[in-house]
């Protein structure tokens, strides 16, 4: 899979343990920065992500701010996004599991690089499991997505 990663300046502490540990299972990654602990703002790599998966460019996402909660704000504010904030490995992979989750967000200030490492793999090692009760339950969120356009 080829996996979009971008940070702000909180999330830059746990950029290279992230995108190492997809480069070591096989993934390509697709690096939209941030490059430096200089402050930026955390819309604008959530943006980039987001977009990147919409359009293909990428298969997933992940984003990583201070707490993950404004990336994943951001996220989710674009049409065919599914972003979450996890920070457990069972959300990790049940979030991609049961609801197509494509975008993973995390909060550097929150986890360290173990845990980030074990995050990363529950979400990039799941996949949507087309159970019928899944497919209905997306298809709603899809059609309130539709709604809300």
């Known amino acids: 899979m080829k996996i979009a990663v971008g940070v ?3 999330g830059f502490p ?3 343990t992230v995108i190492d540990v997809l480069q070591s299972l096989g993934h390509s ?3 939209l920065g941030t490059y430096s602990t200089e402050s930026v703002d955390y819309p604008d790599f959530a943006a980039a992500v987001g977009r ?3 359009s293909g460019e990428a298969d997933r996402g992940i984003v ?3 707490s993950g909660v404004g ?3 951001a996220a989710n504010k674009l049409h065919g996004v599914r972003a979450c904030v996890c920070h457990d490995t069972y959300s990790a992979g049940q979030g991609v599991e049961h609801d197509d989750m494509n975008v993973l967000c995390l909060g550097a200030r ?3 690089p173990a845990l980030a490492t074990e995050l990363v793999q529950a979400f990039v090692n799941a996949t949507f499991q087309r159970d019928e009760r899944f497919v209905r339950r997306l298809n709603k969120v899809l059609d309130l997505e539709e709604e809300g356009a």
């Open 110 to 112: 929150i986890i360290g």
């Open 71 to 73: 990336a994943c704000v």
């Open 14 to 16: 746990l950029k290279d």
């Open 64 to 66: 990583i701010c201070g």
């Open 52 to 54: 990147a998966v919409v």
């Open 29 to 31: 990654v697709l690096d």
């Open 8 to 10: 702000d300046h909180g």
